[in-house]
């Protein structure tokens, strides 16, 4: 079965630091691009971050851009999102998302596609 | 940075009417990379369009997609009880971004 699974959310204060983590499972990981988006309660999606198939490209929000850090680890089939200095703003159910694009050998580039699998998510509460 | 509108905010429908959901870009979507999601309460988003208009695996076929350029339509041609829910619109490029919902409501 094709599953995300996040974790690490918690109740942190302003200023604080935290590491999402997701767990890929049921498709070849280091194939695909990923992405994180986030909801703030009772608000739309809002997208965060992209890391490519191979971890040598990463694009973020301006919102987050300096703030927050997306790496993976082909390995361990996992996503992570680290962030620093945050916000009562940056409170939001985080959603790790896979990009069902795919790598154009001819042109040698990743073509970019939407989102086709997403996790549950993962609650982070900035308060104190 | 491409900007979204939704629109309307909220439809109200019965099942079995036509739901016309509207999307339109600030500027063109390139290779009409929009993508059509829907969401219902305490669920993760779920694709339901892709490139404008095609459909993703699984998607019934009452759900349509449309559109080039700036101006984009997501069609459920007659709403069965489960499709009440809020839909968002997203053009993928950098950076991502999505539309600020639409919600279907049962009238």
Known sequence: ?128 | EIVLTQSPGTLSLSPGERATLSCRASQSVSSSYLAWYQQKPGQAPRLLIYGASSRATGIPDRFSGSGSGTDFTLTISRLEPEDFAVYYCQQYGSPWTFGQGTKVEIK
């Not at chain 1, 690490?8 to 983590?21: A, E, F, H």
């Open chain 1, 1 to 128: 079965e094709v599953q995300l699974v996040e974790s690490g959310g918690v109740v942190v204060q302003p200023g604080g630091s935290l590491r999402l983590s997701c767990a890929a499972s049921g498709f070849t990981f280091d194939d695909y691009a990923m992405h994180w988006v986030r909801q703030a309660p009772g608000k739309g999606l809002e997208w965060v971050s992209l890391i490519s198939w191979d971890g040598g490209s990463t694009y973020y929000a301006d919102s987050v851009k300096g703030r927050f850090t997306i790496s993976r680890d082909n390995s361990k089939n996992s996503l992570y999102l680290q962030m620093n200095s945050l916000r009562a703003e940056d409170t939001a159910l985080y959603y790790c998302a896979k990009d069902m694009g795919y790598y154009d050998y001819v042109w040698g580039s990743y073509r970019y596609d939407a989102f086709d699998i997403w996790g549950q998510g993962t609650m982070v509460t900035v308060s104190s």
